[in-house]
Every structure is written in structure tokens, then in C-alpha cells.
């Protein structure tokens, strides 16, 4: 089965985490690091998961899943145990069209959590469709020792650019092939930077059609 690659928003939406052992706490601060709404459900939590729930970073309800538990909410995550209860998670998500996820059986996920690198905003997922999370570990470390560490800061100055181009050019295939120019020159965010003279210098010689009145 094709899957649909997407980076989804979640930051202030209602996520909840059937589950607070080993394998729940990895998806729950992944869930976290997107600013999500995070439940945790789960009669025992592993200490990690008690201090977040104690300094208010996310809701414990110190107690078994029951259904009904996933009414409101956006994205759901089953990671007990215990195979019949992640089953059960994943039904009642089906049931109420959400997006679920059952940690290690893939017959009953919706969706997956990918390997992924970070340098600030850049994310790069890699995904086996379940068939082998040791090969998407693996080739996470491969990609991340290749990329620069400034790599995120190259690209906070690269958006920054962009954001200044997009306000002078037009939409056109002259402004398309600049910002592609632009992603593969040295960016930094000094005025005197070579790369924003170069868009400057171009949009001094491709200057805007006046409006008419």
C-alpha cells in the first residue's frame, strides 16, 4: 500500500496516548515537540512521563483505557502492551474516523512515526512503512552525520531571503529560478551578504509593473 508523505500541524490539538511505558514515551515527546495537546492514559507511567505530567506539560489520567476515551480528540496513539488493548484503541479510532496509530503492529496504523533528522526547521522523515524501523534508524545516522550542523541556521537566513524576494518580484519563472539560485548559494544575514545583494541587484534590474489606476 502507497503512502501519502505529509508534515501535519499539530501544535494546540488534542492528541492522546493510550499507554506510558517504553513505548509510549518516545511518540509522546514527539507529540510534545510538535505542540500538541497531549493525554496520556495509562494506570502506571514511566518516571519521564510522571514529571511531565507533574510540571503540567501534558494531562495523566492515572487509570486503564476505557472506550470512549478518544471522543474529541485529533490523533490518537496506542502503545500498551498489551496487543488486544491497542487493537481495541485502534477500533474505537476507526470507529470515530481518527487517525490512529498501534505502536509495532502495522496492520493496525493509519499512519507512522518516521525516523527522523533535525537541524531548526529543517526535517527530513524517513519512513519503511513499518517493514524495518531498523533501517530508518540506521539511515537517519547516515543522513545526519552528512548534514552540516549549521545547517538549520543556513536555512533560517535562507527563509528570511525568500520572505524578502517574494515581497519584490513577481510571480513569475524569473523569481522560481532566483529562489532556486538562492537555495544553493552560501546565505547569512548581514545586509552585505552576496546572496542578498544578488536579489537585490535583480530585482533593481526586474523591477515590479506599475499598477494601473
Same mark, same amino acid.
Not at 524517513?126 to 552525520?145: F, V
Given at each position: 500500500?502507497?503512502?501519502?508523505?505529509?508534515?501535519?500541524?499539530?501544535?494546540?490539538?488534542?492528541?492522546?496516548?493510550?499507554? &506510558?511505558?517504553?513505548?509510549?514515551? *518516545?511518540?509522546?515527546?514527539?507529540?510534545?515537540?510538535?505542540? *500538541?495537546?497531549?493525554?496520556?492514559? *495509562?494506570?502506571?507511567?514511566?518516571?519521564?512521563?510522571?514529571?511531565?505530567?507533574?510540571?503540567?506539560?501534558?494531562?495523566?489520567?492515572?487509570?486503564?483505557?476505557?472506550?470512549? +476515551?478518544? /471522543?474529541? @480528540?485529533? /490523533?490518537?496513539? *496506542? &502503545? #500498551?502492551?498489551?496487543?488486544?488493548?491497542?487493537? $481495541?484503541?485502534? !477500533?474505537?479510532? #476507526?470507529?470515530?474516523?481518527?487517525?490512529?496509530?498501534?505502536? +509495532?503492529?502495522?496492520?493496525?496504523?493509519?499512519?507512522?512515526?518516521?525516523?527522523?533528522?533535525? !537541524?531548526? +526547521?529543517?526535517?527530513?522523515?524517513?519512513? #519503511?512503512?513499518? &517493514?524495518?524501523? $531498523?533501517?530508518?534508524?540506521?539511515?537517519?545516522?547516515?543522513?545526519?552525520?552528512?548534514?552540516?550542523? +549549521?545547517?538549520?541556521?543556513?536555512?533560517?537566513?535562507?527563509?528570511? /531571503?525568500?520572505?524578502?524576494?517574494? @515581497?519584490?518580484?513577481?510571480?513569475? %519563472? %524569473?523569481?522560481?529560478?532566483?529562489?532556486?539560485?538562492?537555495?544553493?548559494?552560501?546565505?547569512?544575514?548581514?545586509?552585505?551578504?552576496?546572496?542578498?545583494?544578488?536579489?537585490?541587484?535583480?530585482?533593481?534590474?526586474?523591477?515590479?509593473?506599475?499598477?494601473?489606476?
Amino acid at each position: 500500500m502507497d503512502l501519502f508523505p505529509i508534515f501535519l500541524k499539530i501544535a494546540g490539538r488534542p492528541c492522546i496516548v493510550v499507554g &506510558a511505558g517504553n513505548l509510549a514515551e *518516545a511518540k509522546i515527546d514527539s507529540l510534545l515537540a510538535a505542540h *500538541a495537546k497531549v493525554t496520556v492514559i *495509562a494506570p502506571e507511567a514511566r518516571p519521564r512521563v510522571v514529571e511531565m505530567a507533574a510540571a503540567g506539560e501534558l494531562e495523566w489520567l492515572r487509570r486503564k483505557y476505557v472506550e470512549g +476515551d478518544l /471522543l474529541g @480528540q485529533f /490523533l490518537v496513539v *496506542a &502503545a #500498551t502492551d498489551n496487543p488486544v488493548v491497542n487493537r $481495541a484503541v485502534f !477500533r474505537e479510532a #476507526t470507529e470515530k474516523n481518527l487517525l490512529c496509530n498501534a505502536v +509495532d503492529d502495522p496492520p493496525f496504523c493509519d499512519f507512522y512515526f518516521p525516523s527522523v533528522v533535525r !537541524r531548526g +526547521d529543517l526535517q527530513i522523515a524517513i519512513s #519503511t512503512a513499518g &517493514a524495518s524501523p $531498523a533501517l530508518a534508524q540506521r539511515l537517519r545516522k547516515e543522513i545526519n552525520s552528512q548534514l552540516p550542523l +549549521d545547517v538549520g541556521d543556513w536555512l533560517t537566513n535562507l527563509g528570511n /531571503l525568500r520572505r524578502e524576494v517574494t @515581497q519584490i518580484e513577481p510571480l513569475n %519563472e %524569473e523569481r522560481k529560478w532566483l529562489l532556486h539560485q538562492l537555495a544553493q548559494r552560501e546565505v547569512c544575514g548581514y545586509e552585505a551578504c552576496p546572496s542578498r545583494l544578488l536579489a537585490r541587484e535583480h530585482a533593481l534590474t526586474n523591477p515590479l509593473p506599475e499598477k494601473k489606476s
